[in-house]
């Protein structure tokens, strides 16, 4: 049985984080009722210190409330790793985007790909937003990562490893 201060807490944490009501949607009590809130998940390696990402993300317009975390770990503290996100975290490590201007041929990019599979994401975003969809959340949370990508953390032509996925209809898709 929660202690009234337990129970006090854990209202508040829900009245900034919202819960998830009967019909599975995300939503958070708003001043005479619920909203529905939107969430998507950013995932890249980024050798720059969390300090200079998160200046530079304050710097990039949106909508959004952004969380910065360094590292997946503290993703995992709220989500299981073998969750639907967990699986999607999974898959995203593999993609890289290379630049144009990355000659090297098909099958060294391949082997890159492989050799970082495995390695976990330097920095995870999630982002939130009231009366948004979780698409629409992670369709200006990749125009976020674009700003970030076009700053000056990273160099010109430097290939960037990061994904966008949001749920829809139950499963994580990742946004182009």
């Known amino acids: 049985m929660d ?9 508040e944490r829900m009245m900034v984080e919202g819960f998830v009501n009967r019909e599975g949607t995300l939503v958070r009590p708003v001043k ?18 969390k300090e ?13 409330e952004l969380s910065l975390s360094q590292g997946e770990a503290p993703l ?4 299981l ?3 639907s996100l967990g699986k999607a975290l999974e898959i995203a490590r593999s993609y890289i985007t290379y630049s144009c201007k990355d000659h090297r041929s098909k099958e060294a990019k391949i082997a890159e790909c492989n050799a970082v599979k495995n390695r976990e994401f330097n920095y995870v975003i999630e ?18 990562m674009n700003g970030l990508y ?3 953390l990273y160099k010109k032509g430097e290939n960037l490893r990061a994904s966008v996925a949001a749920e829809i209809e139950g499963e994580y898709l990742f946004v182009e």
């Open 76 to 79: 995992f503290q709220k989500y």
């Open 127 to 144: 982002a939130y937003s009231l009366n948004k969809s979780n698409a629409d959340v992670g369709l200006e949370l990749g125009q976020v």
């Open 32 to 49: 005479g009722g619920l909203a529905p809130v939107g969430k998507a998940y950013a995932f890249f390696d980024c050798d720059a210190p």
């Open 150 to 152: 076009t700053s000056s």
């Open 81 to 83: 790793r073998n969750s």
């Open 3 to 11: 202690t009234f201060e337990e129970t006090k807490k854990r209202r």
């Open 52 to 64: 200079e990402v998160e200046r530079e993300l304050s710097q990039i317009p949106n909508s959004l």
